[in-house]
């Protein structure tokens, strides 16, 4: 995890201490409001990762399968988050974890809070996915490449932007990973929303998905983003849509994180860590 900005206040600090303490305990709010079991491991874990959010300071940490890793660094960082109004940026290494933190752990983790009265603060947090601005379709450009489609495309490639028409009335995502078979390069290159056409000036979250994405991204709690996009945000000096002022960053699968930053960074020294700046890896 990595943090940008200060201290949190000693009254919070404790009150975050003491839920953790609290859900991890043994017949703690855990148990008791989803009937896991009590893991000594993961009562540590957790709590040594709220004491580093609450610190701002860094830590690394290494456990094995079956200690519930997901939950000990979720639970204290959503609390962390939603108390001080601080985003928890949750970064990974592969899709498959993106997708497991989003459709399986949060989820648990927003069951938690709605059956735990002491909780229940915490159960309307926002989650959201950051992704690369090219896996998004432009519905302006896309409307732009059928009106001249005649001029531009085969009929192959015309029956394609059909499709994607008809794609925008069903998705509420816009994210060209949901469809399949996937459109050829060339089309997706027309209508995704990685150009200098796809802009606030023409563009707004009312018609299009990149927009709205970056408008949820701007209201969540935890917003979970993969390394290399991180990286390589970081390498071009771009904070992910203005995201990590006053957050705080976990790392998961950090094993991968030396070989992902030489893959996307190479010469570049990351320069964004601060006397004020902290990490936690898991």
């Given at each position: 995890m990595i943090g940008f900005a200060e201290n949190t206040g000693p009254k919070q600090a404790v009150q975050i201490l003491k839920e953790v303490e609290a859900i991890f305990a043994d017949k703690g709010w855990l148990q008791q409001g989803l009937g896991m079991e009590f893991r000594p491991q993961q009562t540590d874990m957790a709590i040594r990762?709220?004491?580093?959010?609450?610190?701002?300071?860094?830590?690394?940490?290494?456990?094995?399968?079956?200690?519930?890793?997901?939950?000990?660094?979720?639970?204290?960082?959503?609390?962390?988050?939603?108390?001080?109004?601080?985003?928890?940026?949750?970064?990974?290494?592969?899709?498959?974890?993106?997708?497991?933190?989003?459709?399986?752990?949060?989820?648990?983790?927003?069951?938690?809070?709605?059956?735990?009265?002491?909780?229940?603060?915490?159960?309307?947090?926002?989650?959201?996915?950051?992704?690369?601005?090219?896996?998004?379709?432009?519905?302006?450009?896309?409307?732009r490449a059928?009106?001249?489609?005649?001029?531009?495309?085969?009929?192959?490639?015309?029956?394609?932007?059909?499709?994607?028409?008809?794609?925008?009335?069903t998705t509420q995502t816009g994210i060209v990973q949901e469809l399949y078979p996937q459109p050829t390069f060339d089309v997706w290159e027309w209508v995704n929303a990685d150009s200098s056409q796809c802009n606030r000036r023409t563009c707004t979250p009312?018609?299009?998905?990149?927009?709205?994405?970056?408008?949820?991204?701007?209201?969540?709690?935890?917003?979970?983003?993969?390394?290399?996009?991180?990286?390589?945000?970081?390498?071009?000096?771009?904070?992910?849509?203005?995201?990590?002022?006053?957050s705080c960053m976990l790392m998961i699968s950090s094993y991968s994180t030396k070989r992902t930053l030489c893959l996307t960074l190479q010469p570049i020294i990351l320069a964004f860590r601060s006397p004020k700046s902290d990490c936690i890896a898991c």
């Open positions: 990762v709220a004491q580093a959010m609450t610190m701002d300071s860094s830590l690394l940490f290494e456990a094995g399968t079956g200690v519930g890793k997901s939950l000990a660094y979720l639970l204290p960082g959503i609390a962390h988050a939603v108390n001080n109004g601080r985003k928890l940026i949750v970064s990974s290494h592969t899709i498959s974890l993106q997708e497991q933190v989003l459709n399986k752990d949060l989820k648990t983790c927003r069951t938690l809070f709605k059956k735990t009265p002491e909780l229940q603060s915490l159960a309307d947090f926002k989650a959201t996915l950051l992704i690369g601005k090219g896996n998004y379709l432009c519905p302006q450009r896309l409307q059928i009106r001249d489609k005649t001029d531009l495309f085969e009929s192959k490639a015309s029956t394609e932007l059909d499709r994607l028409m008809k794609w925008t009335e009312d018609n299009c998905f990149y927009q709205k994405a970056k408008e949820e991204i701007g209201n969540a709690n935890v917003v979970v983003i993969n390394h290399a996009l991180l990286f390589a945000l970081l390498g071009a000096g771009l904070s992910p849509v203005g995201i990590l002022e006053g």
